[in-house]
Structures are given as C-alpha cells and as structure tokens.
C-alpha cells in the first residue's frame, strides 16, 4: 500500500519569497506522482505530475517539483511567491499499473503576507 | 472542451434520508473516480467506474454506492445518511492511457444535518 506524508499542515512566506512545501511518499513500487492545487470551494487542479524520464518537474504558475527517489520525497517549489499561490496544496501517490486510484497527502495550507 | 461538470454544487439532506449526486466527466473519458474531502480525513478515494464497471473500491461503507451510465456519466448514492457524510464530493475523470492525470470537477458541497 502507498502513503504520502505532507510536512507542516501550514507555511506562511512573505510575497516574494521561495515557497518550498514538502512530500514525502511511501510505495512498495516506483509510482507516479502529483501536485495539485485547491481553492477555497473549488475543486483540485493539476500542478505539475511525474511519472518517468527526468527528476525534475517543471509545472504551471512558475512551480517545480524534485523526484528523488533515495529520499522518497517530491518536494514543491517555487522561487518567488505570489499572493495568487494562496491556496491548499496536495501531495499525491498513485502504482503504475492500477493509476486510477490516487492517495493524498492531508494537505498544506499555503499563507502568502504582502 | 468541456470539464468536469458535477450537479448540484451544494445539498442539504436530513439524517436518514438518502442522496444522489451527479458526474459528466470531459468528453471521451471514460474512467470516473470519487473522493470525499473532509477536515478530518482528508481525500479518501470512494470507487471508480470503468466503461459501466466498478474496477476498485475504497474503504467505506455498504450505504455509498455508484454506477455509470453508456455515456461515462456517473452517479453516487449514499442511503440513510449520517452526520459524518457531510463532506465535499469530488469526482475526476481520466483518459485511457496509462499515465493520464485526473480531471477533478468542483465537487458538491453536501451537508447533513
């Protein structure tokens, strides 16, 4: 079975600053993983996946991610925050082979001050 | 093209009573999937549909049900509802090949009181 653990339930930067949220997964296979985004009444929208090929991720709204896979982690980031970036961010695992169901991470609760 | 269009947006339901809430996912995807969010459990992934077929199921109870419709539209019922139904409801869809991401409508907001 696979988990995703998301440390720190709330980050709080300062406009402009790096936003960097972390993730941290465990899976008995090399999975797929995936960022995404919510808004407050809104659904989930994608940030940014990877699945194979190269480590480093590059997604929409200036965000990126690292798949290391000797630290099982896959870190978020972003060099300079926005006050648009506020937001509920969710880490995400899903097996190759049976990717229909996805597990989430509980969330990081991302605060951007001007 | 048209997303993940999910009806009603919000729902207020009477303990005991039952619920259905609707799901068209992005044309030509024919994969369904459904997930509760609530504060104290996060997402929990509820089942999935298939081309009319339940190909996994999560971790809950009898009383949340689903199916899918010729047309890849879902729906999933949840019978004599409880206090800690109330949630948020989203459904995703999913092209066919094998590394596709989820499409996730903006969910339904249901709430037993």
């Known amino acids: 079975a696979q988990s995703v653990t998301q440390l720190g339930s709330h980050v709080s930067v300062s406009e402009g600053a790096l936003v960097l949220l972390r993730c941290n997964y465990s899976s008995s296979v090399p999975p797929y993983l995936f960022w995404y985004v919510q808004y407050p009444n809104q659904g989930l929208q994608l940030l940014l996946k990877y699945t194979t090929g190269a480590t480093l991720v590059k997604g929409i709204n200036g965000f990126e991610a690292e798949f290391k896979k000797s630290e099982t982690s896959f870190h978020l980031t972003k060099p300079s925050a926005h006050m648009s970036d506020a937001a509920e961010y969710f880490c995400a695992v899903s097996l190759r082979g049976s990717n229909y169901k996805l597990t989430f991470g509980k969330g990081t609760l991302l605060t951007v001050n001007p | 093209k048209a997303g993940v269009t999910q009806t009603p947006r919000y729902l207020i339901k009477t303990r005991g009573q039952q619920v259905t809430l609707s799901c068209s996912p992005i044309?030509?995807?024919?994969?369904v999937s459904w997930y509760q969010q609530t504060p104290g459990q996060g997402l929990q992934f509820l089942f999935e549909y298939f081309s009319e077929t339940q190909r996994n199921k999560g971790n809950f109870p009898g009383r949340f049900s689903g199916r899918q419709f010729s047309n890849s539209r879902s729906e999933m019922n949840v019978s004599t509802l409880e206090l800690g139904d109330s949630a948020l409801y989203l459904c995703?869809?999913?092209?066919?090949?094998?590394?596709?991401?989820?499409?996730f409508g903006q969910g339904t907001r249901l709430t037993v009181v």
């Open positions: 044309s030509g995807h024919r994969s």
């Open positions: 995703a869809s999913r092209g066919d090949s094998g590394n596709t991401e989820a499409f």
